[in-house]
């Protein structure tokens, strides 16, 4: 969505005062029927002969797949005008169409954009799909700063509604990325960012994912806890112990990988070991989402985390 925003922007330094408004953040519909999309403005529309309509889906670039003024692919695509407002119908609609949806109205030879409609159509679930939360790991009294927290949303066919909530109260939508595997499945990342002491707070804080307009969501909950040392005496044994038994593990892991076996196998490449602490069943990470350079070329950053066994 930056690149409506960008020229929103754009439409507001030359002063323009026409402002589209899609109302319908998200919709479903069932494969084969007719979508409608909305999109309400705040000046005459001159009977729809300026607009447009794009279309993103996941990991590529708007398209446009309208212009009203034209009659191509009427048999695919209507537009419905009124003096503020036109509406985009598609019919015979089909999984491959979902994405997001934006009404754009060209002003001076710029192109003004509405605030986008997220299209789901049919059911996003799969066998392969799971959900997971991605929250700080504690710093003990740090409440200054800022804490990430992400919703990781696995193998899904298609887009999913996502929303948050801060012990019942729904906030903001959070920024969205997503990777497409080499089956076309695809792996959603939805983040949000609040004030350290919001998050060490101590309230619930929940992802809600609903993959169709029929089924029932998924809800992924968790809350900071940062509990005492005294309460964790009676981990001491056990945790001991399991670091004994990790420690035996990984030095035969690594005398296997160093040592060559004489009977013709290949040592494999052994990865790290991961830390594992009794915090119940959550991923902490140390969460660095992707930053942008001037050239618009995208700087990746390692994770660290620690994933926790339930």
Same mark, same amino acid.
């Given at each position: 969505?930056?690149?409506?925003?960008?020229?929103?922007?754009? *439409?507001?330094?030359? =002063?323009?005062?026409?402002?589209?408004?899609? %109302?319908?953040?998200?919709?479903?519909v069932?494969? $084969?029927?007719?979508? &409608?999309?909305? /999109?309400?403005?705040?000046?005459?529309?001159?009977?729809?002969?300026?607009?447009?309509?794009?279309?993103?889906r996941? @990991?590529?670039?708007? %398209? /446009? !797949? &309208?212009?009203?003024?034209?009659?191509?692919?009427?048999?695919k695509?209507?537009?419905?005008?009124? %003096?503020?407002?036109?509406?985009?119908?598609?019919?015979? !609609?089909q999984?491959?169409?979902?994405?997001?949806?934006?009404?754009?109205?060209?002003?001076?030879?710029?192109?003004?954009? @509405?605030?986008?409609?997220?299209? !789901?159509?049919?059911d996003?679930?799969?066998?392969?799909?799971?959900?997971?939360?991605?929250?700080?790991?504690?710093?003990?009294?740090?409440?200054?700063? %800022?804490?990430?927290?992400?919703?990781?949303?696995? @193998?899904?066919?298609?887009?999913?509604?996502? *929303?948050?909530?801060?012990? =019942?109260?729904?906030?903001?939508?959070?920024?969205?990325?997503?990777? #497409?595997? &080499?089956?076309?499945?695809?792996?959603?990342?939805?983040?949000?960012?609040?004030?350290?002491?919001?998050?060490?707070?101590? #309230?619930?804080?929940? /992802?809600?994912?609903?993959?169709?307009?029929? @089924?029932?969501?998924?809800?992924?909950?968790t809350?900071?806890?940062?509990?005492?040392?005294?309460? /964790?005496?009676?981990?001491?044994?056990?945790?001991?112990?399991?670091?004994?038994l990790?420690?035996?593990?990984? *030095?035969?892991?690594? !005398?296997?990988?160093?040592?060559?076996?004489?009977?013709?196998?290949?040592?494999?490449?052994?990865?790290?070991?991961? $830390?594992v602490?009794?915090?119940?069943?959550?991923?902490?990470?140390?969460?660095?989402?992707?930053?942008?350079?001037?050239?618009?070329?995208?700087?990746?950053?390692?994770?660290?985390?620690?994933?926790? &066994?339930?």
């Amino acid at each position: 969505m930056i690149f409506a925003e960008y020229l929103l922007l754009s *439409s507001l330094v030359l =002063g323009v005062q026409l402002f589209l408004h899609q %109302t319908q953040r998200i919709q479903f519909v069932e494969v $084969s029927d007719t979508a &409608k999309i909305h /999109c309400s403005s705040t000046e005459n529309l001159e009977g729809g002969s300026s607009m447009f309509w794009y279309l993103r889906r996941e @990991g590529e670039k708007p %398209t /446009c !797949i &309208k212009r009203c003024l034209d009659d191509q692919n009427v048999s695919k695509f209507a537009c419905k005008h009124e %003096t503020h407002s036109s509406t985009l119908e598609i019919r015979n !609609i089909q999984k491959t169409e979902s994405g997001i949806y934006y009404c754009a109205f060209e002003y001076s030879s710029y192109l003004i954009f @509405g605030n986008g409609t997220t299209l !789901i159509i049919g059911d996003s679930y799969t066998k392969s799909s799971w959900v997971m939360l991605l929250v700080p790991f504690p710093h003990g009294s740090q409440v200054t700063g %800022t804490a990430n927290l992400a919703c990781v949303i696995h @193998g899904v066919s298609s887009p999913v509604h996502v *929303s948050w909530s801060v012990s =019942g109260e729904l906030q903001e939508q959070g920024l969205t990325r997503s990777l #497409k595997a &080499k089956d076309g499945s695809l792996t959603l990342i939805n983040h949000i960012s609040v004030p350290m002491d919001t998050w060490t707070s101590g #309230k619930n804080f929940t /992802c809600e994912v609903k993959f169709n307009s029929s @089924g029932n969501s998924v809800k992924t909950s968790t809350r900071y806890s940062a509990a005492p040392a005294r309460e /964790c005496s009676h981990y001491i044994v056990p945790l001991a112990a399991g670091a004994g038994l990790l420690l035996l593990v990984v *030095s035969l892991s690594l !005398i296997w990988t160093l040592c060559p076996s004489t009977l013709g196998f290949q040592p494999r490449v052994s990865a790290p070991p991961a $830390s594992v602490e009794p915090q119940g069943g959550i991923l902490y990470a140390h969460l660095d989402f992707d930053s942008r350079n001037r050239n618009g070329r995208t700087m990746q950053r390692s994770a660290r985390g620690k994933h926790v &066994k339930a």
